[in-house]
């Protein structure tokens, strides 16, 4: 309520600003900026020079300045990589003077500067090419999501990614003892599995670093009919959008410092490497070294990414990325493995102390990967393209120490260990769309037609050992690797493996007037599983429909949408009591959602979702330890996304999501049916206002926000669970065009928390930044 009535109070306040009358001696100027090929050139900065003024241009391309006092001014259009347009201009009393100004470049061109250089646009634009991979607007698209923007990391000084995902609606963040990250999304775990629209599978254990992240894209709801089940979870598709090269040179320097010896430098390089702008060159790279909060452990990291791009003539361009990330980290300490006979019911009642570890330093992971994405993009004809995708990502664990103590009772812990050694993990995808529209009559259609085939190798060898058994309430040295090493000299259970996806799908988006949208999807998979084990190899395949209905209330700005969306996964044959060999079917998730969507100007975006998800054949085990296929969930519940800037430097990122999984039908003789299956919280919220000032304080800006996550079952017996924490932070900042100076203040109340699988979290901790620009 108090978010909705601070909305309301500063669009009141801006709009009496707007519409006030001019004092004496002073006037008006009104104008209108336009680009090259003669269409509006919206959210382009417009400042009178010799005062503090300026405004932004709105989708019409007009701004309006009052309350000017009379005299001779120079009016300036600037923009990043181009040239400045100057108009001189004369302000009279009580008159409005009217203006016109052409930019030399064109509307499409200008689209990547306002993208890149305009705050305001980017924390509030929604527009995606990989949410629905049509050229679908937001207010179009019949599926809900939520974007974390580069912009809103930079204002919070975000240096990972489980800072940044906590701004995304309904998603709580939880890291595992293998280093891979999970948010919540409708009751389900979902990982960071896409980039650019793309399978990115293979760097489980090394992860990856925002440095090189234009903005997270969380796409809710089973999304296996355009991404397939190796990418989306049945609660969504959570997808990685890479920084890419644009017209013009301009970048930016930081160097970030913080608690637990926090150590940050991360630069980004945009230049043309011609002189007519066809080849373009982007460079994002970062060092970075951190303490752990615990009092033993670290995180040293290093990014090098590289990005390039090829106007090869007007129907033809290719873009090309590549990365390289290494990773030397010991990883987080997790308990949840317990005695049977330690009766204890949350991770608040564990003696250990919060920030005490049992494993040391040299334990750790050292783990790198080289990651290259390749696209090439032809114009067929004004109406169709085709879009060429191809990936390629090597990761290689040189070693990988993981921790799993056992609790025995309030004192007494046996400290377990896995070891990975020389593991590998690759992953190759093929992608190739056909976008086209076609009119029947007035009926517009917008197809998509296309093929993907991924094909994931995995060889790794483990092995897990209990080192040893300490009480904790006295003296012990720390678990090195030395000792581990020692105890797995006989070696290791070695694995290796194949996955093979190939899909085929198609869309055809039907517009209706422009106002009414009918999107019908399907998608055939087939899945292909080998290991050393000829016995364990299987295939199946799977169909996966997708049907969606939006009508604009009003066209472009407010939409009520609906959908029916399905989503699979893969299950490996199991051995029966009697010694046969059953193969599950897939397991299908189906889920009705309906909602509004709303837009206005770059002001207000917002979206209300209700779902209703219900899986019908999960694999279930009746009292004879037989596999059946008849297990039932459900999830349902309601979700609030809002993204607003209802005055100048005014941002508001607000989410609430209400999530009720349920256990339907289970094991014969369990009693967990009407239970909630685990590791889904029925509450989360986030919210960030930020503000930077105008007049007094010029440039400065302060930041609040907050994070509540709901108490959580870890496991779907309901008797042990996460207790429920709120996050409070706070920032502030001094903002200008050539610098930016800015202190976070992380869990300023010292709450403790934990992640699904028991790791602490840091308690109080801060960050500084300052960021050169150019």
């Not at 937001?138 to 800072?163: G, H, R, T, W």
């Not at 959008?241 to 913080?258: E, I, L, N, R």
């Not at 199946?540 to 407010?558: C, N, R, S, W």
Request: some cysteine; aromatic content about 12%; charged content about 15%.
């Amino acid at each position: 309520m108090k978010i909705h009535l601070l909305t309301l109070l500063c669009c009141l306040l801006s709009t009496a600003f707007l519409y006030a009358d001019n004092e004496d001696g002073q006037g008006t100027i009104t104008g209108k900026v336009t680009t090259s090929d003669g269409l509006p050139a919206a959210s382009v900065t417009v400042t009178l020079k010799g005062t503090r003024r300026s405004i932004l241009t709105n989708d019409n391309g007009n701004f309006i300045i009052r309350n000017v006092p009379a005299g001779n001014y120079r009016l300036e259009v600037s923009l990043v990589g181009h040239e400045t347009v100057t108009k001189e201009i004369v302000v009279e009393d009580q008159q409005a003077t009217t203006i016109a100004i052409q930019l030399s470049l064109s509307n499409k061109d200008l689209q990547e500067v306002v993208v890149r250089s305009n705050p305001v646009k980017k924390i509030t634009d929604k527009e995606s090419d990989y949410v629905s991979r049509l050229p679908l607007k937001n207010i179009e698209n019949p599926q809900a999501y939520s974007i974390v923007s580069k912009e809103l990391m930079q204002q919070q000084i975000n240096v990972a990614p489980q800072d940044a995902l906590k701004n995304a609606t309904g998603a709580a963040v939880t890291i595992y003892p293998n280093g891979f990250l999970y948010i919540t999304s409708r009751g389900f775990l979902t990982a960071p599995n896409a980039r650019n629209g793309m399978q990115t599978v293979g760097d489980a254990r090394s992860s990856s670093d925002i440095g090189n992240v234009e903005r997270y894209e969380l796409i809710k709801g089973p999304s296996g009919t355009l991404f397939g089940a190796s990418i989306s979870s049945f609660g969504g598709v959570l997808n990685i959008v890479t920084k890419k090269p644009y017209v013009g040179f301009g970048g930016q320097v930081s160097y970030t410092t913080g608690s637990f010896g926090l150590n940050r430098i991360a630069a980004d390089v945009n230049t043309p490497v011609n002189k007519d702008t066809t080849a373009l060159l982007r460079i994002n790279a970062v060092a970075n070294q951190q303490n752990s909060f615990l009092n033993f452990g670290h995180n040293n990291t290093m990014l090098v990414a590289p990005s390039f791009s090829y106007k090869a003539s007007e129907r033809l361009s290719f873009l090309v990325d590549a990365e390289y990330y290494s990773v030397d980290q010991v990883r987080p300490m997790n308990y949840f493995l317990f005695d049977p006979s330690y009766k204890i019911t949350s991770y608040d009642q564990i003696k250990i102390p919060y920030k005490k570890t049992l494993y040391g330093e040299d334990a750790s992971v050292l783990v790198s990967s080289n990651k290259i994405f390749a696209q090439a993009r032809y114009k067929l004809s004004t109406m169709w393209e085709s879009t060429t995708l191809f990936s390629y990502t090597n990761e290689y664990v040189k070693q990988a120490y993981q921790a799993y103590p056992t609790i025995l009772n309030d004192s007494m812990v046996v400290r377990g260990v896995v070891k990975y050694p020389n593991s590998r993990n690759t992953a190759t995808n093929i992608q190739q769309n056909f976008n086209g529209t076609i009119f029947t009559g007035s009926i517009k259609h917008r197809i998509l037609i296309g093929a993907s085939y991924v094909n994931y190798m995995t060889s790794e060898g483990s092995r897990f050992i209990n080192v040893d058994t300490v009480n904790i309430n006295q003296d012990y040295a720390l678990v090195n690797k030395a000792q581990v090493d020692q105890l797995t000299a006989q070696g290791f259970n070695y694995y290796s493996g194949t996955q093979q996806f190939f899909g085929v799908y198609a869309s055809d988006v039907i517009s209706i007037e422009d106002r009414l949208h009918l999107l019908l999807s399907l998608r055939w998979d087939k899945y292909n599983y080998k290991d050393q084990n000829p016995e364990n190899n299987y295939d199946q395949a799977a169909v996966a429909p997708k049907l969606g209905l939006v009508y604009e209330i009003l066209p472009k700005k407010l939409s009520l949408y609906g959908n029916y969306m399905t989503g699979f996964q893969n299950n490996g044959p199991v051995t029966q009591p009697n010694g046969s060999l059953f193969v599950p079917k897939p397991i299908y998730a189906n889920q009705y959602e309906g909602g509004i969507k709303m837009e206005v100007s770059q002001k207000v975006n917002a979206t209300l979702s209700y779902y209703y998800t219900h899986i019908d054949n999960n694999v279930r085990y009746d009292a004879n330890n037989v596999a059946l296929q008849d297990g039932k969930q459900t999830s349902k519940g309601v979700e609030v996304d809002i993204i607003a800037n209802p005055i100048v430097d005014l941002f508001i990122v607000a989410g609430y999501a209400y999530n009720k999984s349920v256990i339907v039908r289970a094991d014969e003789g369990s009693d967990i049916v009407g239970h909630n299956p685990g590791q889904a919280p029925v509450n989360v919220a986030n919210l960030w206002i930020s503000y930077k000032f105008q007049k007094v304080l010029r440039n400065f800006g302060i930041g609040i926000g907050a994070n509540y996550v709901d108490k959580v079952y870890i496991n779907s017996a309901n008797d042990f669970y996460s207790p429920h924490y709120t996050l409070l932070n706070a920032s502030v900042f001094y903002d200008q065009a050539k610098w930016r100076f800015g202190v976070k203040l992380n869990n300023i109340t010292n709450q403790k928390s934990w992640g699904f699988s028991g790791n602490t979290n840091p308690l109080f901790n801060y960050a500084a930044n300052l960021t050169f620009k150019f």
